[in-house]
């Protein structure tokens, strides 16, 4: 069966420092990936999608970025954090069919003081 | 473009009473339609979902929705709410062509004893 593996599960992070949160997908291959962040318990945003290895679509322009260097593996940087990137961080992915769902990881609470 | 709505922030239900949450959509072609449960500081886990067929599809937990293409609908019902019932909901739509997900703002379900 397939799973989805999300870590650290909690950060706290000075502004300015860098950040790597790192998600990784087993049991599937060619999966879609997704980072979504969830800010004070609601909505979810879409920050950066991937249908394949090195493929990156970024939905929103800010500090952050992603990389997928392995087929299951996706990862999400900044050099320098800000404030307003505290939040719930979600890692997603789903198969590479028109109609499957998506899957989500435990997430990631980043905290940046 | 693709769009989601939830229009009710919180939905209040007594416990054994029936329960819905509304969702209504908004996209180009036909709809792919999902419904997530999220239980506080987790990540989102899959309920249910509609492609084609049958107008009701039935899920995990007991949870049905029932899709109306006139009405662009897709609420989510239950017939006998539990106190475990509790969380934030959320319905979302796949963009065929994008491969991305976009989700509604999500709905608070309460259940009270």
């Known amino acids: 069966s397939q799973t989805i593996h999300q870590w650290p599960a909690t950060l706290v992070q000075p502004v300015g420092s860098p950040l790597s949160l790192e998600c990784t997908v087993e049991?599937?291959?060619?999966?879609?990936l997704y980072w979504y962040r969830q800010a004070a318990g609601r909505g979810l945003q879409l920050l950066f999608y991937?249908?394949?290895?090195?493929?990156i679509s970024s939905e929103v322009p800010q500090n952050l970025s992603a990389s997928r260097p392995q087929d299951r593996q996706f990862i999400l940087s900044s050099k320098k954090l800000l404030l307003s990137d505290s939040g719930f961080y979600l890692c997603?992915?789903?198969?590479?069919?028109?109609?499957?769902?998506?899957?989500f990881g435990e997430g990631s609470r980043l905290t940046v003081l | 473009a693709q769009s989601v709505a939830q229009p009710e922030d919180q939905v209040n239900v007594a416990e054994g009473n029936p329960l819905t949450v509304k969702c209504t959509y908004s996209?180009?072609?036909?709809?792919?339609l999902f419904w997530y449960v999220q239980y506080p500081n987790r990540g989102l886990q899959f309920l249910l979902k509609y492609i084609t067929g049958d107008n009701l599809v039935k899920g995990s937990y007991g949870f049905e929705a029932e899709f109306n293409k006139s009405q662009t609908s897709f609420h989510l019902k239950k017939p006998s709410a539990l106190v475990s019932d509790s969380a934030l909901y959320f319905c979302a739509v796949r963009d065929i062509i994008g491969q991305n997900f976009v989700f509604g703002p999500g709905t608070r379900l309460s259940v009270l004893p």
């Open positions: 991937s249908v394949g290895i090195g493929q």
């Open positions: 997603a992915w789903s198969a590479p069919d028109r109609f499957g769902e998506l899957f």
């Open positions: 049991g599937t291959s060619n999966p879609n």
């Open positions: 996209v180009s072609g036909n709809p792919y």
